[in-house]
């Protein structure tokens, strides 16, 4: 007789994913440098650390730091609260290169009633990748290995991105939680 499947474990990306976060920073930095930069441009000075990515980073520590309750949050709770019955749940975020903004993130999520929720920092993508949960839902192409899965959140800055066999591509983070908890009641089949 086959056993009970092993209860599945989902990472749940903060930046992007359930909060409103790089339109509203690009916009500040747009209205700064008078410019009309986008994100994924941004990012790619983030080697060199440009003056795009310092005015990035300013904006985005004044935020999180300043700010926070006026970031919005794109998670619908009471999904949240749906899909915890089938799963294990953690936030995790690769913020770790720039630790000022974690204890504002901290603050968020007790503004918004997720503070119950365990939290991951990481200080790289690839480290967030190695964490330990089965399915990662992030806008990030992270490199998730084995049988992990990736829900990859759509956004502008990762439309080219090649999705590999253990990745799909959900339009928002609600859109990923309604498959996840479909996925669990069987609805839906997946390897
Ligand atoms: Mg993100």
Known sequence: MAGKPRRLSVAFDIDDTIAD???VVMRRVNRKLKGNYTFLETVTQLEQNGPLWKAYIREYEDLWTKKHKTIRLFLDKRLMKRVSKYYDIGFVSARGF???TTKGLKSWLRYHRLDHIKLDVTHTSDAKAELKYDIFVDDYPLKVKG????LLI??????????P??????DNVNQAIHFLIKRATNEVNIK
């Open 165 to 170: 066999k253990n990745a799909m591509r959900f």
């Open 147 to 150: 049988k992990r899965m990736l």
């Open 154 to 163: 759509h956004r502008e800055h990762n439309k080219a991105f090649v999705l």
């Open 21 to 23: 976060i790089h339109d």
């Open 98 to 100: 720039n630790l000022k």
